[in-house]
């Protein structure tokens, strides 16, 4: 199947900071998403995004599907912005079978 | 709207035991899938459902089962409670089938222990 691998692992950030998280995969896509696990487990759906550019606020993904990999940028961090970030795509010749990346984890510290 | 629903939230197990976790969403999704993540880990995903009457193992089958009757429910069987399927139990859904904007939501989870 299709393999994801998430860059970096870990992130620890001042208040304000901009960072730029990566999400490489090994096969052609046609959904990739961005979620956003908070410290209480809740996940949130940030970006659907299977090519081009996308920006909600702070927030913005994106991703080159000819070079199998994608980008979220956050821009101005924000304490609530700690937690884990995940990419989650599915392979071109997969029919509905998301798989997610092992995350990175975001740290902001005021 | 109440979305994806998953019930129970908090469950202790004997080892041993049988349980089912139940997922149900009301937004006519035809994809569901379920995850486990286990602490300080990714998702992994366990089985999926393109719609009623079909469903296909993920990366972590062993040890569970799934059943798709209905478009709205997708419960998750877990025979034989071991230690290793302590985790935190995702179910998600998706609207797939020509409607499908991509994006998967969630449920709240269920956390289950066994000991």
């Known amino acids: 199947g299709i393999q994801v691998e998430q860059s970096p692992p870990d992130l620890i950030l001042q208040e304000g900071a901009n960072s730029t998280l990566r999400c490489n995969f090994s096969?052609?896509?046609?959904?990739l998403q961005w979620f956003h696990q908070n410290p209480w487990g809740q996940l949130i759906n940030l970006f659907y995004?299977?090519?081009g550019t996308k920006q909600n606020g702070r927030l913005s993904a994106t991703t080159v599907a000819t070079e199998r990999y994608s980008l979220l940028y956050i821009s101005s961090s924000q304490t609530t912005d700690s937690g884990v970030y995940f990419c989650?795509?599915?392979?071109?010749?997969?029919?509905?079978?998301?798989?997610f990346g092992q995350g990175t984890i975001l740290t902001v510290h005021p | 709207n109440a979305g994806v629903t998953q019930t129970p939230k908090f469950r202790i197990l004997k080892i041993g035991q049988s349980m089912t976790l139940q997922c149900t969403q009301d937004?006519?999704?035809?994809?569901m899938y379920w995850y486990r993540q286990d602490p300080g880990m990714g998702l992994k995903l366990i089985y999926y459902?393109?719609?009623?009457?079909?469903?296909d193992k993920g990366e972590v089958p062993n040890g569970y089962n799934v059943s798709r009757s209905t478009t709205e429910d997708f419960p998750l069987r877990l025979e034989l409670a071991a230690p290793s399927q302590t985790s935190v139990y995702f179910c998600?859904?998706?609207?797939?089938?020509?409607?499908?904007?991509?994006?998967?939501?969630f449920g709240e989870g269920s956390r289950l222990t066994v000991l």
């Open positions: 989650a795509l599915q392979g071109g010749t997969s029919y509905g079978k998301l798989t």
């Open positions: 937004m006519n999704h035809n994809y």
């Open positions: 998600a859904s998706r609207a797939g089938w020509g409607r499908d904007t991509g994006e998967l939501f």
């Open positions: 995004i299977p090519s």
């Open positions: 096969d052609s896509v046609n959904n």
């Open positions: 459902s393109v719609g009623a009457g079909i469903t």
